[in-house]
């Protein structure tokens, strides 16, 4: 395996890393799931949400937020692999969200980038009925909608309001730019912001990043994907995330501190856990899951 990049400094204050998939990292059982969290809490990322993107990591992921306290699950059957849902995959899928420290229903979406790359992947029509499902699956069972779009801008925010958005939606890896970002953050939605925007030719990615209001901005590594900046190209994990933040917070013209704290908050709010991620928080949270 190639090795990660140099670790960055510690942040002044903890952030939550707001999409990753622990899995794809190679942090495939209890131990390597425990050590991606001890490398990411040394330098101030204190909890993450690791999401599926097929019916084995649904279950992975689940399996995975009972292994380590700082892990949460998000489950949804990614947009390319959508082709193939069936009845059963919908069943489990909605027991597998029901499960408390299951925070978010996500990935789902659009991808029209993979539509026309690869032809395996799923159709353009079977993604939309997915991402139907999905959103309604969210609406019943009161979590938030985590969005994936590439490539389909338009569709994804079309296909939202026809059906309806759930309280909570959340733009995972935002990719749009300033007007997409604008319209977003007027229906209230939350933008989080991963690798790409450090990334020196994103301008209009960065355009819109600047626009965001502190109450609606999430921060993610997107983890094994879109290393930030300057490390980009080299593997990624939850520990390179204040790479992110530290940029992010130097083209806002903001405080790191500041930054970090307010999408700390955000997260805790958004996902439905405490602030600072402790034991207590937890069974709190499975409490009133369960009532
Ligand atoms: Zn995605
Ligand atoms: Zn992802």
Known sequence: MRELPPAPARLPTEVVDAHTHLDACGATDAAGVRAALDRAAAVGVAAVVTVADDMASARWVV???????RVFAAVALHPTRTATMTDA???????LVRQPR??????????????????????????????????DLAK?????????????HGDVLAVLEQEGPP???????????????????????VLSFSGTVTFRNAHALREAAMLVPDG?????????FLTPHPHRGRPNEPVNLPYTVRDLAALRGQDVTELAASS??????VFGFGSPVT?????????????
């Not at 399996?63 to 306290?69: K, L």
């Not at 034991?279 to 009532?291: C, I, V, W």
């Open 63 to 69: 399996s995975a937020s009972s292994w380590d306290e």
């Open 89 to 95: 995959d919908r069943a489990e899928l909605e027991q």
């Open 279 to 291: 034991e207590s928080d937890f069974s709190a949270t499975d409490a009133a899951e369960r009532s």
């Open 216 to 224: 609606q901005l999430l921060v993610e590594t997107d983890a094994p």
């Open 140 to 152: 019943r069972v009161g979590k938030p909608l985590m969005i994936h779009d590439r490539d389909a």
């Open 167 to 189: 309280q909570t939606v959340i733009f995972h890896c935002f990719s749009g730019d300033a007007a997409m970002a604008r319209s977003c953050v007027d229906a209230g939605y």
């Open 102 to 135: 299951v925070v978010a229903v996500g990935e789902t979406g659009l991808d029209y980038y993979w539509t026309q790359h690869d032809p395996r992947c799923s159709p353009p029509e079977a993604q939309q009925d997915a991402y139907r499902w999905h959103i």
């Open 264 to 269: 700390c908050a955000n997260a805790a709010r």
